[in-house]
């Protein structure tokens, strides 16, 4: 049994339009890239690769 506290709360992936569907389309390699990118994101964080949009207020 996990004790609460070992448990992590992740914040949830927003699937917008296609996007998932795009993303099954890439090599494994690259899925498994984004995904850890992802996942990242979901505890907080932000991925070594991860770039912010350019061209959008507020963005960044």
């Known amino acids: 049994?996990?004790?609460?506290?070992?448990?992590?709360?992740?914040?949830?992936?927003?699937?917008?339009?296609?996007?998932?569907?795009?993303?099954?389309?890439?090599p494994d390699a690259v899925q498994d890239h984004i995904?850890?990118?992802?996942?990242?994101a979901q505890q907080g964080g932000k991925h070594r690769d991860a770039k912010p949009l350019t061209g959008f207020e507020g963005a960044g």
């Open 1 to 26: 049994m996990t004790d609460e506290s070992e448990q992590t709360s992740f914040k949830p992936v927003v699937w917008v339009g296609s996007s998932r569907k795009d993303l099954r389309k890439f």
């Open 35 to 40: 995904g850890y990118a992802l996942f990242v």
